[in-house]
């Protein structure tokens, strides 16, 4: 909604001002197929050129998250730090080896089911399983194991920002495209130099209109999904920092209690639940 909400806002407040000065919006709609199509078209040929075809797959695949909101909320934080706590404190009383079967079979652990959303969530249980196991084997240290954690997170990172990094390069080719196509036009206009003067300004005119698209595209409509995305994309980081912080917390010795407010100290102000509700949310699940 605020994705759509926003671009009216960009493209009325544009044009909006163009017609109020009096310019003849014919003009620009009269040019736009064949500019859109030297702009358009050499923009998306460039950039399968430039991307492999996962990076592509991955672009296609992360659109739709545009129109979504966010899934990060302060209710979601809440069950995963929950989840974490039943972990540990089952950790704590019965042993690394009590979870031993949750570990390995997480999809059929009565534990992960109890967390409807990220229980079932394929990137979260992967994350916990994985260093829970490494916890049980007891082949490796705290340090070892954060700096595991901080390889997979960077990996995680670096892997989600790719097609975000490929939609930005896309933004800033752009203008240039706007270029060619003015340029293009310039040189069209040049070869009907003998014609009347009205008919050589509405050339111009078109010609001058690639450019303005080429800017239009690259800073009112694909250069904000890049940064929109890049945000989304930082939130699934956030959160494998909080359940490293946890875990870690817990192998240094700290109780269950006082590790899940180790991860709830890393989450965002804006979703971090307070110490009373994090408490009320825990006592309540157990």
Sequence with gaps: MFVLIGYLVALGCIFGAYIIHGGNIGVIIHALPTEMMAIGGGAIGAFIVANQPKTLKAVLGMLPMMFKGSKYTKARYL?????????????RKEGLMSIEKDVEDPGNSPLFKKYATVGTDHHVVEFVTDYLRMMVSGNLNAHEIESLMDNEIETHHNEGHTPVNAIKALAG????????AAVLGVVNTMGSVGQPPAVLGGMIGSALVGTFLGIL???AVVEPIGTLLEQKLDEGTKELQC????LLASMQGYAPQIA??????V????????????????????
């Excluded at 080719?173 to 060619?180: H, K």
Aim: aromatic fraction near 12%; hydrophobic fraction near 45%; glycine fraction near 6%.
């Design 217 to 219: 595209l690259a800073y």
């Design 173 to 180: 080719a752009l203008p240039a495209f706007g270029i060619v």
């Design 267 to 286: 989450l965002y102000s804006t979703e971090r639940p307070t110490f009373s509700e994090l408490e009320s949310h825990v006592k309540g699940k157990k």
């Design 260 to 265: 899940v407010e180790f991860g709830r100290k």
């Design 243 to 246: 359940i490293k912080t946890t």
């Design 79 to 91: 069950e995963l730090m929950a989840m974490l706590y039943e972990i540990l404190q089952k950790v």
